[in-house]
Structures are given as structure tokens and as C-alpha cells.
């Protein structure tokens, strides 16, 4: 069985590495692995590769930045060629963003089977161009591997016919669990003992300079009582400078490899933050995070788990972060499956599925 994974992304490296490792023990196995290259510089890309102990790329699309129209385009153009030159039994979706997509669109009209690891994840917030990515994808695939019951349930309720959905658990979560001793080995570096990490990102927080200001300004704020520690993605440091907000009281950095990240996690008083897979792995730690979003598509880590929704309001963010202070945390647990074992999971099932239907008609498919 020839298995292909498709990723992008920052948030797809450390879903995709776990698949891969199972899957790697299964001699009958052949992997292929493409990255679109919609994440380019080395500290959103690269140093994961490494770090997660992935194999390089065997082929790097190279599609870079641009607008929604045009990266979600390019990959499927770059993407064709491969796919039809590899021919492989099945392609490995992962999350939300746009490689996901894109990926998934072409793999369905050349009549190939696709696995999509994260299904089911619904904000309702159409708003989000994660959240359209997720109906798609989740509507294209062949077979859908859920991180929570909460993933089943949307599927079952769109339609989804019950025995192509396969609940494996978090395998972002098998990444975490396999490098969590190497990023408590990391020294702490003069890091304060209690510090707010914050990371910031999502479009409807930083691209309009009001919402950004103001966020920016609460978070200035919470540094006269708590340092707080911000690696900054390269979209809102790009908008720090267009829009001359005033940060210069917060520690901002540059993207952090993942087990330096996760050591800060780890350590961290509070995270502040509007990351979808963040919110999943305070939860695992046990650390609160308040989330700078008004919904969530993983609404576990908030009726189980250490996450609270606050959104933009001011007021909510310092009331909560009061909490935290003054030792009233969500003691949280951990969800079902949220093991380091969903990979494995997920290497099983792919074993076991029938021979590809589409098989024959797949390999006369002629290209106009
Ligand atoms: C993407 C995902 C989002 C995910 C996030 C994690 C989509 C729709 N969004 O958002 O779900 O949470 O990644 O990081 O796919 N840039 C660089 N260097 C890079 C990558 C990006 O400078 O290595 C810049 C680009 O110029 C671009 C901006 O950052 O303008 C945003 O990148 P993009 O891929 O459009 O989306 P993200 O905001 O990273």
C-alpha cells in the first residue's frame, strides 16, 4: 500500500509526524511524503522537519504566501502532476488550512482515496476560512479520523456515513507526549518564574488595526503585573510594523521551534492565545488558557479541559487572568484517546481498509 501525506503548514508538521512513524513499522507500507510549502521560512517549517525526526519532503510544491484564491490554486495545479505520476492508494489530510483543501479537492476528481486526520471539527463561524476548509475536506474524504466524540457527532449530523468515521484521538497530542521530556530538559535561561505566553495570528485578530491595537494594548497591560512572552507568527509581526503598534513592553520573539515552544507551554503561568492547537495542548498540560476567540472548534478543551473562550473583551481577559493568579484554576482532565497512542491508531485502520474501489478507473484517468 503506497500512503501519501500532504501537508503545508505549521500546525500539520506535528500531526503528520506520529502517522508517519507508525506507519514506518508496517513493512507492506510504502510512504511518499508533500509539502506544498504554504509555510517557507525555517522557523515555521524546517526546524519542525527536524525536531519531530521527520523524513525530508519528497517533494517540496514550493506555493508560498498569497491570497486564499490563489495559494489554495496553486497547490492543486502543482499537486495534479505528482499524484497522478505517484498514483498512490491513499492520500493523508491534515487539519484545517489550506494545503488541507486544496489537496483534498484534487485527490477527488482524480479518484483518489482521502484520509482526513482532524475531522469533524466544527466552530459553526463561517467567518473562519478554517472552519470552510473543514466542511469541505470532511465532505471529500473517503475516511475520517476524529480527535473527540464532539468530531463524530458534526459528522453524523452532516451526513457522514457512521462506518467511514474512525474516533482515534489527538495525534497532535502523540507528538507532544513523545518530546515533553526532551522540552523539560530545555534550560529556563533567566525565564521568570511565572510569566503569560502568548501567541496571535488568526486574520480577525491582527488585520484590522482597531482589534489589533487593543488586544496589543490589554496585553501591555497584563505585563505591569506578569511578564508576558510572545513568539510572533510572521503575519502579525508584519502587522505590528504596517500598523506601528506599540509592543515594545512584551518579549516578543520569532517563531520557536516546537520543544522550545512546548517547554514554554509547560512553564507558563497562563497562555493567552487564539491557536486552534494550542487550546488542545494546555489542556494535555494542565495549563489555563484563555482563548482570544469568541468560539472554538474544539469545545472539549473547554468543557473538559484548562481552556476558557474570552474573545476581545478586555475586561473578561483581566478577570479571568485575576483567577489564575489568585490560584483558581480549571483543574481540567484529559480527553478520551488523548493518549500518544492516535497514530498507531490510525496506522491500524489504514491497513485493514478494503483495496481502493477506484482503483482501475483511477489508473485510466487521462488528464484534458
Ligand atoms: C495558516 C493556517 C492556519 C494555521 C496557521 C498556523 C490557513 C487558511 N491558515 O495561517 O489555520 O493556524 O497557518 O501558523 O491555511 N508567512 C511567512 N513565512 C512563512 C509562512 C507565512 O512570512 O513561513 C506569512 C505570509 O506572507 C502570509 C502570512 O504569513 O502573508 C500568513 O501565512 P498563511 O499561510 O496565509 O496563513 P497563516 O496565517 O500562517
Not at 473583551?313 to 487572568?321: P, V
Not at 493568579?325 to 484517546?337: A, V
Request: proline share 7%.
Amino acid at each position: 500500500m503506497h500512503v501519501l501525506h500532504v501537508v503545508g503548514a505549521r500546525p500539520n508538521f506535528m500531526k503528520a509526524a506520529p502517522v508517519i512513524r507508525a506507519l514506518n513499522q508496517r513493512p507492506q507500507v510504502r510512504q511518499s511524503l508533500v509539502h506544498t510549502g504554504q509555510h517557507y521560512d525555517a522557523n515555521m517549517s524546517a526546524v519542525f522537519f527536524s525536531q519531530l525526526d521527520m523524513p525530508a519532503p519528497d517533494v517540496n510544491l514550493e506555493v508560498g504566501s498569497g491570497s486564499h484564491a490563489r495559494q489554495t490554486a496553486e497547490t492543486m495545479i502543482r499537486l495534479e502532476p505528482v499524484l497522478l505520476e505517484r498514483r498512490p492508494d491513499i492520500v493523508l489530510v491534515y487539519g484545517d488550512v489550506n494545503s488541507t483543501v486544496a489537496a483534498a479537492l484534487v485527490c477527488s476528481k482524480l479518484l483518489i482515496r482521502v484520509g482526513h486526520v482532524e475531522a469533524g471539527l466544527r466552530s459553526f463561524d463561517p467567518s473562519m476560512p478554517e472552519e470552510i476548509n473543514r466542511i469541505v475536506t470532511d465532505r471529500l474524504a473517503n475516511v475520517l479520523f476524529t480527535p473527540s466524540a464532539d468530531g463524530d457527532e458534526n459528522l453524523q449530523r452532516e451526513g457522514v456515513e457512521p462506518e467511514k468515521i474512525y474516533l482515534v484521538g489527538n495525534v497532535m497530542i502523540d507528538s507532544l507526549v513523545r518530546l515533553l521530556p526532551a522540552a523539560m530538559r530545555c534550560p529556563k535561561n533567566g525565564l521568570p518564574d511565572r510569566f503569560a505566553l502568548v501567541t496571535l495570528h488568526r486574520p480577525s485578530n491582527v488585520d484590522d488595526p482597531a482589534t489589533l491595537k487593543t488586544i496589543l494594548d490589554s496585553l501591555l497591560t497584563v505585563s505591569e503585573e506578569l511578564d508576558v512572552i510572545f513568539p510572533v507568527h510572521p503575519r502579525t509581526r508584519r502587522r505590528i510594523s504596517e500598523f506601528g503598534t506599540n509592543a515594545v513592553k512584551l518579549h516578543l520573539l520569532d517563531p520557536l521551534p516546537y520543544i522550545e515552544f512546548l517547554a514554554l507551554q509547560r512553564r507558563a503561568t497562563a497562555v493567552i492565545t487564539d491557536s486552534g492547537g494550542i487550546q488542545e495542548e494546555t489542556t494535555y498540560l494542565r495549563v489555563p488558557c484563555l482563548t482570544l476567540r469568541g468560539n472554538t472548534e474544539r469545545p472539549v478543551t473547554v468543557t473538559a479541559g484548562t481552556n476558557t473562550l474570552i474573545g476581545t473583551d478586555n475586561n473578561k481577559l483581566h478577570s479571568e487572568l485575576a483567577k489564575i493568579l489568585e490560584g483558581k484554576t480549571k483543574s481540567g482532565s484529559i480527553p478520551p484517546l488523548w493518549d500518544g497512542n492516535a497514530g498507531e491508531r490510525i496506522a491500524e485502520i489504514l491497513c485493514q481498509l478494503p483495496v481502493n474501489p477506484n482503483e482501475s478507473s483511477t489508473r485510466n484517468l487521462v488528464v484534458v
